[in-house]
Structures are given as C-alpha cells and as structure tokens.
C-alpha cells in the first residue's frame, strides 16, 4: 500500500450540495496533497446519465471508479461529507483495493430507518412534480446547519441556501431515492484496515455523535474528531477546524 502522504485526497460532496462546499477548505488541504472534488451525477456540473436502472448509491461508486481510472489513479485517500460519505462505503464495499486511507465527515454507516427512507422517497417525488425552488432549501436548512449557525451566521446559511437551490431538480430525486434504497454498511467497517478519520459536528442531528462514535469504534485504525459548535455541514460551518484536523492526521 502507497504510503497515506503520497496519495491524493478525493472528497465527495454532501446532499443536496455540489463540490463547492469544499470551497473554504481548498487551500490549506491543497498544499499537502492533491486534492479532487468531484461533482457527483446529476448534481453541479455533472450530468445525470439516461438509465432504465433503479437509482442506487452503487452506481455513484462506479462513476468514482470511472474518474480514477481516466486519472490513473489506482488508490486515494478517500472522504465524503453525508451523502459522500455513503457513496465512499459504497467504494469500499465495491473496490476496497482502491481506497488507502478514509475521512467520513458526518455520515453514518448505517441504512435509513423505514420513515427516513419514506421521508426520502416523498421528497424525489416532490422535487419531480414540482422543482425545487421555494421549499427544499427552507426544508433542509434546520437540519444542515447547527441552531448558533442559522442564528448568528446568516451568510453561511445563505451560501447553503444558493447551492441547494443551484441543483437540478432530476439530480436532487435521483440521489434522494439513491440514499433511501443504501444498504447498511456498517459490516464493511472492522475489515477496512486502513488510516480513518471520523469527524462529526458537535451539533450534528442528521448524523450524530453516536453514529460517527459506532463508526470509530468498528474501524481498526480511527481517530474520532469533534467539531465543536457544528451541525451538519462542518466544513461549511468550521472550515478551519475541519481542514485542521484532516491535515493533523495526515501528519
């Protein structure tokens, strides 16, 4: 296995997010290592392919595999915040040779709970019958961001409310009904024997402590990180800790 420093460093954006959530990180990660954040389909600037196929986060995980073998890139240090965090389990399970360290920002291994995945399901068909415009940032924005964020940070929840808004209406349903029908992951995790870092917000109620702690806990080599005053979205909410972190425990 190459050695962690050495290798490059992907990130995968959250839901319903697109790889300028990285933004405010760019730069520090940027000098340490080579850094790749890819638009996931149908969200950003990636297109969502035409398919007859159920929408499933393994297909996500392919489309990964695809842009490492254009790089030439036969094994990364690979991170994802919420949603990016199931499409890196998603690699694991499919390609673990091509995975040499992991950095899950708050995510969870687990599958959604039944009302979760209904939760989901309501909300594709909604953003297909309708768009999205005028609800699903107001929606999503109580649970992204921490209570002191929404509060005291308007520009901050501002930034999340334009990217939420910028994603295509298709993407947004195709990555919902993706996430519901994930399977739980969390059997992959005591058999991932590479480097990890967990980092969970503080205030983090989607994916909470809890979850990032059983995720520490079942992986061989983790370092568990709190983001203090956090929610959901850390790295939009405390790029400096966040980049900190990943640095310090890429030594």
Known sequence: MADMLDLPLVLLHAFPLDSRM???IREPLSQRARLITPDQRGLGRTPLPVTSREP???DAARDLVALLDKLELEQVVLGGCSMGGYVALALLRLAPERVGGLVLIDTKASADKPEAAENR???AKR???EGIEGWLAGQLLPNLLAESTLGSRPDIAETVRDLVESQPAPGIAWAARAMAARPDSAGLLPGADVPALVLVGEHDTLTPYAEAS???EALPRAELVTVPGAGHLTPLEHPAAVSGAILDWLG
């Open 22 to 24: 990285w933004n405010d």
């Open 56 to 58: 499933s986060l393994d």
């Open 121 to 123: 399901h309501a909300l």
């Open 127 to 129: 953003a297909d019958d």
């Open 214 to 216: 059983a995720m520490a």
